[in-house]
């Protein structure tokens, strides 16, 4: 599960608004002509006729106004925002070390001889299976019973004086664990990054530039400052 959703992004994108004719731009306008978005390199007045600017250049002329080719339109670029969101989703679970998406996982790990296992995946929904030494382990019938009981979000604790045992890889637990529907706050953080990664295409490791005496200054990291303050709020705090 992505997340977020093509429809989402391309509202959050804001398509710009189709060129029209004999009409007054300046300098960073944007239009949709077609099927292409331009930005205004040169003020002045598009053509009275026509359906705008059209081709791929960085210097088109309309009447006395001037663009440069930025890409498609949204509309046309499907391939691109799915790809993203593909790769900014699996760039959140890097820099988080964990997953999103509710999915079963399968941990193997070292016995410590202590009744208590983080599991490296959270939240937590539910437990599959527990399996310490070969031995299965069943769920503890009531409290103070010999069994295991998951503690939210990702607490795995043993009743009735159980332990894991230690050991090499002797522990295993299958178990359920992520977001069935990811947080509001993720969503935007991710909708932010493919926007700043869509619009930095057309000008990749590209730090500034000069236009008509006007410098501009591009941001070259890899996450807006709002979705890497959310991000870290969901950042693993404890090795696997």
Known sequence: MALATIAALRTYLAQPSAWAQSTAYVVGDQVRAVA??????????????GTGPSGTTADITDNTAHWKYLGPSLSTDDATLTRLLTAVGAFFAAYCDRTFSSGSQTYVTNGTGNATLLLPDYPVSAITSVTIDGTAIAARPSVGAAGYVLVAPNTLMLDGDMKFTRGIANVTVVYTAGYSTIPYDLEQACLETCASWYKRRMRTDEESKSIQGEVITFSTSPLPKAAKAVLDLYKRVWPR
């Open 36 to 49: 292409a978005l331009y930005v205004c390199i040169t003020a002045g007045t598009s053509s009275g006729t």
